[in-house]
């Protein structure tokens, strides 16, 4: 086990008006043993990131990996090597002392898939370790996978949701999912294995969400209700399931939620499979949806050729109902040309804010988490890879200034209806008029050529005059959609 002090602040660009000590930075360096990031948590002071390093051919992890980002952007790291197997840590959980509640996974060998043992422990901003503990994976599952996450149930206890299988890699899981109930110091209070009544293709959760005011934990994933479909499912105290719903409407990847709202709908962050023109075409989204698993309203935020993926492990970063990051990133299959990402800021009412394009030269950008700072701001990392094979490791800290169109709405505007928006071309400012003779709802919306999505807001029952601060986008040819119930008005404006 070796333990390596690191400083590295490379980028601070601005201040943030919520925390005089808020700061936008990136942490980058050589990677030279590999490293992914997958999961973390904020406790405050910083925020913990675990995932794993060494890379093996490509195809595996070999030790488990963790940081402790403080809000400066000063960190600490740690490697966790073992004798003759592997290790890989998945999510981390923050407690009311500042420790995390940290889960992973070990064992195997070092040339095989397997991971046999679930890991718990509870970790220190030093990331000394106070609490461990291993148990191993009943047989005759096992893991090949490091999907792993974690939320408090309504008792204080740390509910553990695990994918797990019957047969090794490449053989996909075959229904086969885990649910531990511990106490905050990892003693494990009850185990369940679900493995009945789910396909072929098995289950494969993606999320897991406290109901609140209730005793029901949700599991986001797949075969949960119907074999091979998309669904949410509930689970009580007991681990016992109580009620299960599909998603039929969704043809999708990844689902995550992390967003819980007050009528009793929850947000889910999605790629989706679009049946629509293009054949084969997906879209990331982000969905309403009410607690038996029906559709209610719809964000897209992005194309098929602007961002393919949502963040892997965890895509949606919840700070308040009205700062919202949902990341996503462009994949370029298995070769190593550069790509980027593109992280969102939506509100609860699935008002797209803005966006923020990262890139960094020469890099493949693959993000897997995101995740909240103590600021208002968020964290995104992943997997960063440059084309000729150099491991980088990336951590980027946002803050909504980052994203943020400002508008104003003057509802009684002092001049002429304009059927267009002005004034065009324009560096500063763009105003729409919004007719409120009918009292309609409205949105209204800016993408570029590409069909990248920089705002969206919608309007309940108003006109009037809409103002947007476009200085901050780059310059070119945008385009702008009004839709107020009845049809759609569309024109473009250059921004120079």
Not at 240 to 254: Q, S
Request: hydrophobic share 35%; charged share 25%.
């Amino acid at each position: 086990m070796k333990d390596v002090m690191k400083r590295i602040i490379l980028l601070i660009l601005s201040f943030w008006a919520i925390d005089v000590q808020a700061q936008q930075w990136v942490v980058s360096r050589s990677a030279e043993e590999g490293v992914v990031l997958v999961g973390g948590d904020c406790n405050g002071s910083g925020n913990y990131i675990v995932g794993a390093c060494n890379n093996d051919g490509g195809s595996s992890y070999r030790d488990a990996y963790a940081m402790y980002v403080e809000n400066n952007g000063d960190f600490t790291e740690k490697t966790f090597s073992f004798d003759g197997y592997k290790s890989h840590l998945c999510s981390a959980i923050c407690l009311d002392n500042g420790n995390a509640f940290v889960v992973g996974v070990k064992g195997g060998t070092l040339t095989n898939h397997i991971y046999d043992t679930l890991w718990i422990l509870v970790m220190t901003p030093e990331l000394e370790i106070v609490e461990e503990h291993d148990y191993p994976i009943v047989e005759p599952y096992m893991t090949w996978t490091t999907d792993v996450y974690l939320e408090f149930n309504n008792y204080g206890d740390i509910i553990v949701l695990a994918d797990v299988s019957e047969y090794d890699y490449p053989l996909m899981t075959i229904g086969v999912y885990a649910v531990f109930k511990c106490d905050i110091h990892g003693n494990m209070l009850k185990s369940k294995y679900f493995a009945e009544g789910h396909g072929m293709n098995g289950a494969r959760p993606t999320g897991l969400i406290r109901v609140p005011d209730s005793d029901y934990m949700m599991m986001i994933g797949k075969g949960f209700f119907v074999t091979n479909s998309h669904s949410i499912c509930y689970i009580d105290n007991e681990l016992e399931k109580v009620d299960a719903f599909p998603l039929p409407w969704l043809e999708d990847v990844w689902n995550y939620s992390d967003c819980w709202k007050e009528n009793g709908h929850f947000l889910m962050s999605s790629m989706s499979h679009h049946y629509g023109v293009v054949e084969n075409s997906f879209y990331a989204a982000v969905f309403e949806v009410d607690d038996r698993g029906n559709y209610v309203d719809t964000l897209v935020y992005d194309r098929a050729d602007t961002s393919d993926y949502t963040a892997q492990f965890g895509s949606m970063a919840y700070v308040s109902d009205e700062i919202i990051y949902i990341a996503t990133y462009w994949e370029s299959g298995q070769n190593e040309q550069p790509s980027d990402a593109v992280i969102c800021l939506i509100d609860s009412d699935l008002n797209l804010r803005g966006t923020k394009r990262l890139k960094a030269e020469d890099i493949k950008i693959r993000i897997m988490h995101c995740q909240r700072t103590s600021d208002g701001g968020c964290l995104v990392y992943g997997r960063c890879k440059k084309s000729y094979d150099t491991e980088m490791l990336y951590v980027w800290k946002l803050l909504p200034d980052d994203f943020v169109i400002p508008w104003t709405l003057d509802e009684n505007p002092e001049v002429l209806p304009h059927h267009e928006a002005y004034p065009n071309p324009t560096k500063d400012y763009l105003n729409i008029v919004l007719d409120n003779a009918d009292n309609q709802r409205y949105r209204v919306s800016v993408t570029d050529v590409r069909g990248r999505k920089y705002f969206e807001r919608r309007f309940e029952h108003v006109g009037g005059l809409l103002r947007l601060d476009v200085s901050s986008m780059e310059d070119g040819v945008y385009f702008y959609e009004i839709f107020d119930g009845r049809g759609i008005q569309k024109g473009k404006f250059l921004k120079y």
